[in-house]
C-alpha cells in the first residue's frame, strides 16, 4: 500500500512538472509574439538632416484620403519647421509650391517659385529626393517633375531632369540619397608657357556626395594627367598640391570658394594671372556661375602673390586663354 502511494505521489509530481514546463513555453512564445515587430504599412515623412548629409525619416499617419488633399497636407508638412532639431525644413523659407497638377498617368508637376534657385549642390539634390519620395507614396502618383518659374528644372547642361520616382534615388547603408547626374564642362589649364590659359572639356560625374562645382574643382585639382586623351605635356597643373577645399558654395550667381592656405603656395611655373582664373574661368562655366570670390581658411585674403588684389570679386576672362 505504502509503495502504491508513493508510486502515485511520484506519477503525480511529474505530470504537474509536466504542466508547469508547458504553461512556461505557451507563455514565452506569447511574450515573443507581443515582442515581434510588425511590418510598417502606413507612410512616411522624409527630410534632410541638420548637418545636411543625408535623408532622415519618420512614420507619419496623414489625416486626409483623397490625392489631392494628400498633396496639400504633405505640401503644408513640408513648408513647416519640424519639433525634431536633428532636421531641418525641408522647403526652405520662401520656396513656394505655387501650383500643381496630375496626368492621367500618374505624373504628378510641381511649379516652384524663383526661390527655388537658391537651394544649390548636395542641399538641391537631398531637398529634391526627399520631395520625391514624399509625394509619390501617395497611391495615384507615379512620379514627379519640377518647374521652375514656369520652366523644367534643369541640370548643369541645362536639359531637363524631367520624371523623377524613389528608385532615382538610391540609399545607401549610411542613410544617405545618392543621385548621380553627368555633365560636360570645360576647365582651364596653364599652357606650357605658363603665362596663358588652355581649354580641356571633360565629361564628369557628379552625385549628392559632391556638388557640381566642388567636382570640377577636385578634378582641376588633380590636374591634365588625370585626364584621358589630352597631350598632357602641353598642359600645367594650376593648383599648389596639398590645396584643400574648405566650402564652396553658389548664391545669386556669385561661386564662394574658401580654400586651405596651401592655394596661396603658387607654383613657381605659373603666372598668378593663371592660378586665379584657372578656378575663376572654370567655375563660371556654371551656367549658375557669373563670378567668384576667394577667401582662406575662412578669412579674406588681401593679396594674392603681392601682386594681385585677393579680395576682390572675379569675373570670366578670356584675355588669358589661348
Known amino acids: 500500500m505504502k509503495n502504491y502511494k508513493k508510486n502515485l505521489f511520484s506519477v503525480t509530481q511529474k505530470l504537474f512538472n509536466i504542466f508547469i514546463c508547458l504553461v512556461l513555453v505557451f507563455s514565452l512564445t506569447a511574450c515573443e509574439k507581443e515582442e515581434a515587430p510588425k511590418e510598417y504599412l502606413g507612410y512616411y515623412f522624409f527630410s534632410v538632416d541638420v548637418a545636411n548629409t543625408g535623408l532622415v525619416h519618420e512614420e ?76 509619390v507614396q501617395i497611391p495615384d502618383i507615379f512620379a514627379v517633375q519640377f518647374y521652375v518659374s514656369g520652366q523644367p528644372l534643369t541640370d548643369s547642361n541645362l536639359n531637363p531632369i524631367g520624371l523623377l520616382t524613389a528608385a532615382d534615388f538610391i540609399d545607401n547603408t549610411g542613410g544617405e540619397t545618392n543621385y548621380t547626374q553627368q555633365v560636360n564642362l570645360t576647365l582651364y589649364f596653364a599652357d606650357s608657357t605658363g603665362d596663358a590659359l588652355k581649354s580641356v572639356p571633360v565629361k564628369i560625374n557628379y552625385d549628392s556626395t559632391m556638388s557640381v562645382e566642388e567636382s570640377i574643382i577636385t578634378q582641376l585639382m588633380k590636374g591634365p594627367e588625370e585626364i584621358k586623351g589630352i597631350e598632357e605635356d602641353n598642359l600645367k597643373k594650376t593648383i599648389p598640391d596639398k590645396t584643400k577645399i574648405n566650402k564652396i558654395t553658389i548664391k545669386d550667381k556669385t561661386c564662394y570658394i574658401d580654400f586651405s592656405d596651401d592655394f596661396l603656395n603658387k607654383r613657381s611655373d605659373i603666372s598668378s594671372l593663371v592660378a586665379i582664373y584657372s578656378v575663376v574661368n572654370t567655375l563660371t562655366e556654371l551656367p549658375n556661375v557669373d563670378k567668384v570670390q576667394f577667401s582662406i581658411d575662412g578669412q579674406q585674403a588681401t593679396l594674392y602673390n603681392d601682386t594681385i588684389n585677393f579680395g576682390t570679386v572675379f569675373e570670366r576672362n578670356l584675355d588669358i586663354v589661348k
Open 60 to 135: 507619419y499617419s496623414p489625416k486626409s484620403k483623397e490625392t489631392d488633399a494628400l498633396i496639400d497636407e504633405f505640401i503644408e508638412k513640408m513648408s513647416t519647421q519640424p519639433k525634431n532639431s536633428s532636421k531641418k525644413q525641408l522647403l526652405p523659407q520662401g520656396v513656394i509650391i505655387e501650383d500643381y497638377s496630375i496626368d492621367s498617368n500618374g505624373n504628378l508637376t510641381l511649379y516652384f517659385n524663383s526661390a527655388y534657385t537658391n537651394t544649390t549642390g548636395i542641399s538641391e539634390i537631398l531637398m529634391r529626393a526627399a520631395i520625391v519620395k514624399n509625394l
